[in-house]
């Protein structure tokens, strides 16, 4: 079974820009979250979707949003990209959220630079 | 102060040697979740834990909601148990109900 892929790999991008990350779960999982990865504030988390429905956000600013798709793939974008959020960008899925949680697998994470 | 605790930040242990991680946190949850991430970024998920003890090989996780505490053990370790050890909590419902992550414990085992 494939694991979660994310892309792309690395990105570097100018502030002001906007970024769109992809996220394509391991097949049959619906629940996929994102989590932004940075040496100061470590693992934060941005935001969980499930078939379709976003169900939890984190503490981060309009900027960030996310959609899911029907086939569960899941894409997010950040607008008006600042020097900190310069981050990796991972994305985990798993196959219910509910019930306490499921095992998470993560992908290799989106890193993304911002100059 | 942070929901999830963790310590030691830092751990450098000589190969064959018995550790043991701690993650203390100050909410109510759903489950326990204890990854590894090497370098390079990738994570991997080693347990997730409610209550009670769970076992993989040389590892050892364990828990105690009264106290709101968790163990990560290692046992003979090795030094391709060189990695970064997180451990998050998922809340118990509603907006609360996504993970909260501690700032790792960064091991390195030394042949």
């Known amino acids: 079974k494939a694991g979660v892929t994310q892309t792309p790999r690395y990105l570097i991008k100018t502030r002001g820009q906007q970024v769109t990350l992809s996220c394509s779960p391991i097949s049959g999982h619906r629940s996929v979250s994102w989590y932004q990865q940075t040496p100061g504030q470590g693992l934060q988390f941005l935001f969980e979707y499930f078939s379709e429905t976003q169900r939890n956000k984190g503490n981060f600013p309009g900027r960030f949003s996310g959609r899911q798709f029907s086939n569960s793939r899941s894409e997010m974008n950040v607008s008006t990209l600042e020097l900190g959020d310069s981050a990796l960008y991972l994305c985990a899925s798993s196959f219910l959220v509910e019930a306490g949680g499921h095992e998470q697998y993560f992908g290799p994470g989106t890193r993304l630079t911002v100059t | ?111």
């Not at chain 2, 759903?30 to 990854?35: C, D, E, R, V």
């Not at chain 2, 046992?75 to 109900?97: E, F, K, L, Q």
Request: aromatic fraction near 6%.
């Open chain 2, 1 to 111: 102060k942070n929901e999830v605790e963790q310590s030691p930040q830092n751990l450098t242990a000589q190969e064959g040697e018995f550790i043991t991680i701690n993650c203390s946190y100050s909410v109510g949850i759903s489950a326990l979740h204890w990854l590894q991430q090497h370098p390079g970024g990738g994570i991997v998920s080693l347990f997730m834990l409610s209550s009670g003890k769970k076992k993989h090989g040389r590892l050892i996780a364990t828990i105690n909601i009264q106290e709101k505490h968790s163990s990560l053990h290692i046992t003979a370790s090795h030094p391709r148990d060189s990695a970064v050890y997180i451990c998050a909590v998922r809340g118990s419902g509603g907006s609360n109900y996504k993970l909260t992550f501690g700032k790792g414990t960064l091991l390195t085992v030394n042949p």
